[in-house]
């Protein structure tokens, strides 16, 4: 069973960095496509970021020169380095990845981490 597991969330003031980090666990062949969204309340799921099996980041623009995803494959764990928040940026943050089992490929979400933008 594949589990993403995210972490690093929390309360930071306007203008601080945040780290979140997801790590994939269970019994699986490769990991391909990995990447973050967000969900603020009332609104709908966003793309954040995504990140190649290669390490070719692509970003939303909301996020372009303020955050960066990176990925370490042999820890299976990606990464979003969040700088400069806003207030703007408060929501739970779900990491996605694209993973091969050998039966099956597929999304997999985590479970979310709340970020809280507040002064």
């Known amino acids: 069973q594949v589990q993403l597991v995210e972490s690093g969330g929390g309360l930071v003031q306007p203008g601080g960095s945040l780290r979140l980090s997801c790590a994939a666990s269970g019994t699986f062949f490769s990991i391909y496509a990995m990447g973050w969204y967000r969900q603020a309340p009332g609104k709908q799921r966003e793309l954040v970021a995504t990140i190649t099996s290669g390490g070719s980041p692509t970003y939303a623009d909301s996020a372009k020169g303020r955050f960066t995803i990176f990925r370490d494959n042999a820890k299976k764990t990606v990464y979003l380095q969040m700088s400069s928040l806003k207030p703007e940026d408060t929501a739970v943050y779900y990491c996605?990845?694209?993973?091969?089992?050998?039966?099956?490929?597929?999304?997999?979400w985590g479970q979310g981490t709340q970020v809280t933008v507040s002064s």
């Open positions: 996605k990845s694209d993973i091969s089992t050998g039966m099956t490929r597929q999304d997999y």
